[in-house]
């Protein structure tokens, strides 16, 4: 095993990675990914390094990892290199990708943006070339949003697909560790070594999610409606389909319940103890998840069971359900927290789509608004993730985007 | 919210409850769980109380949780009085039961036997009639196995189903929240609170798990015959299947070190940071998962992938896996460490089927061997959990146990 890096670390002018010696890993082995360069989330162990989950704080108050996260290792067994370890917002709990302790990554893609979050250097590593892929995590948008924001694809797979052991949790019933990736091909090539066996196909029609397309704003829908129209091209007309008659806020508001509650029987002793600072926004959301009033989760819980019950058999014949990742572009750098906040309201009741159900989601830069680049989501049953990244491929063959 | 009681302790001469005074809660609510009483195995949070997780360094290096687990508060919600948390083995990480520090509960079906674990006080408060049902987890068994030893319903859901917010962790990747019953109408019942909604029956053949069968002691494979073919009466006669041509052996041999690396991955640092003692066998196995050597884990990972490939698609028309829980009932109080060890081995390589692939998994109080109660499992595809209790129930009639 090779130590922490001492050498001074390469170019790195998006602010990616973590400040501090460049944690790096040769490959354990040569096979699907070798010759590739991976980098990883500061949420995933990497024996011999302090973890910081994005906040000093954090990082002082517990040990160097004894162990390296087996999703890591099973990278460096199929030949990737481990070149760094990417910034994440402050405990994975945001999405525009500030970070007020370590820097807020840039966007390759939009440098007035904000790179998008919670993963936001694994995403601005992969966008910017300082890595072939990278892996992040995703509890409610954390590698779909980024990855939309930065225009590379992302993948949060199906819930429990990929094991968590050596990563920090943030809401356990929704914590997963997904990629990103500038290739549908690398995407689907990292499934391959980290994904369970499941149905190859996806043989079901394309279900065009009409809450998503009408919770987005006009310029977004309409930057991907060609995009949408070429997939019906390739798999026939899109059946629309009203996933949460009881609007889209309403899933956002349940699902958030559910999240806080988790969220502070997860993090909440941690934070009791050390009265970390956060960073804006940070410790509102902390707040807010701290006074959640039980009643309101279990509403939350009885919710999200409706709609698993509701969602998941409309997908067992391998249906699609295509969207758009986010309902906006990334916000500009200098907008307000005002703004940032009814951005990231409007992006949950989205992602929470996958989120309640366990859902693999792919997105695809496959639009732009005003130089901004928006995200096209396919989603699929659970399980069905080896299937969906095929499906991805094609779709990016016949939407033009780097295959 | 009411407090720790400090009246004295309900009768526990069966020593399921942790030591000190009993942690209780009235109900929040009413439902399909009013009247009955649950326990809860310490390593769940119940918001005021330290979690033990078994071990005395481990509550002293912890503070009091701040919040209570989302799956105690959700029975609490649906009616249930929580009668105090129960002893687990040290960090989850046995199958005895055995607990040096709080003392082993006492088996209620066979008093010269161990109670079986990790669940070891959840087990024991609900076959001796301290409460009605409990919570315990699962990893390797540790719902299963106590079941099974104790002569009382329990169920491992499907991997991903119950939320494992503010419970301690041991192997993320194989980690459940499961529990116990004496009725199969009751174990139903807390599947209704819990349990996503899915598939509403089994329309599939039973398919008789051979591997199982053969690798169960005779007079276990005996006692359980006849309950077999009973559900045959019921379903048609049962398909005999090898779900492991390499050898049952080979299952625990792969999924040992995918746990081991997981396991050392989640406790490793806590555990080299406090160096604590741990009971006998409990040392040796967690520097076994200390000593993990990647490429094993690697070779794990990959045989178990192969594993979900080849298992999964087989429950897909939702057909019953039908075995013995364990292959032997549970060992004698005096029988030497060696003799635990095989047993321990023998069974695990049994209870990895559900777990490599994140089967739903209902143990029946089936069968006795010289007055040990042995269950019988019935396993079926993930997601289809609530329709494997509804045919537990229908097996329980048939079989003249409790309903």
Request: glycine share 12%; net charge neutral; with cysteine.
């Given at each position: ?30 096979g ?14 990497v ?9 000093p ?6 040990p ?11 990278l460096l ?26 820097g ?6 939009a ?34 949003i ?22 920090r ?10 990629w ?10 990292v ?21 998503a ?15 949408l ?53 940070v ?16 509403r939350?819980?009885?919710?999200r ?63 732009q ?7 096209l ?27």
């Amino acid at each position: 095993m090779n130590t922490l890096s001492a050498a001074p670390p390469a170019d790195d002018s998006l602010g990616a990675f973590i400040p501090g010696p460049r944690v790096t890993r040769a490959p354990l082995g040569s096979g699907r990914l070798s010759g590739r360069s991976f980098a990883v989330k500061d949420l995933f162990d990497v024996a011999g390094a302090v973890t910081s989950y994005g906040h000093p704080d954090w990082a002082r108050t517990h040990p160097q990892a004894v162990a390296t996260a087996p999703v890591v290792t099973a990278l460096l067994q199929a030949g990737a290199a481990l070149v760094g370890k990417t910034k994440t917002v402050e405990l994975a709990f945001g999405l525009t990708g500030e970070n007020v302790w370590h820097g807020t990554p840039r966007n390759p893609a939009a440098p007035d943006r904000f790179p998008g979050g919670s993963s936001a250097g694994s995403a601005a590593a992969v966008g910017g070339g300082a890595a072939d892929f990278a892996l992040g995590s995703d509890t409610a948008g954390s590698v779909r949003i980024p990855a939309s924001y930065c225009g590379i694809y992302g993948i949060r797979p199906s819930f429990g697909a990929i094991s968590l052991a050596g990563a920090r949790g943030l809401a356990p019933s929704l914590d997963t560790a997904g990629w990103f990736a500038r290739t549908a091909s690398l995407l689907s090539g990292v499934g391959e070594v980290l994904l369970p066996g499941g149905p190859a196909e996806l043989g079901g029609p394309l279900l065009r999610v009409d809450d998503a397309w009408v919770n987005a704003q006009p310029d977004v829908a309409e930057a991907l409606r060609p995009a949408l129209e070429r997939l019906e091209q390739l798999r026939g007309r899109a059946i629309g389909v009203r996933l949460v008659p009881e609007g889209i806020d309403s899933l956002y508001d349940h699902m958030r319940m559910v999240q806080a509650e988790e969220i502070w029987a997860t993090l909440g002793a941690w934070i009791e103890a050390t009265a970390p600072k956060f960073g804006p926004g940070v410790a509102e959301r902390f707040a807010a998840a701290r006074a959640v009033d039980p009643s309101d989760s279990g509403r939350g819980r009885a919710f999200r069971r409706a709609f698993q019950a509701r969602i998941r058999p409309l997908l067992e014949g391998g249906a699609i359900l295509v969207m758009p990742t986010s309902p906006c572009a990334a916000p500009l750098l200098n907008s307000s927290l005002a703004e940032q906040d009814s951005v990231r309201q409007a992006t949950i009741g989205v992602t929470a789509i996958a989120g309640a159900c366990g859902l693999p989601e792919v997105t695809l830069p496959a639009g732009q608004v005003r130089g901004a680049p928006v995200g096209l989501s396919l989603l699929a049953g659970p399980g069905r993730d080896r299937a969906l990244l095929a499906f991805a491929c094609d779709a990016a063959s016949v939407l033009g985007l780097p295959v």
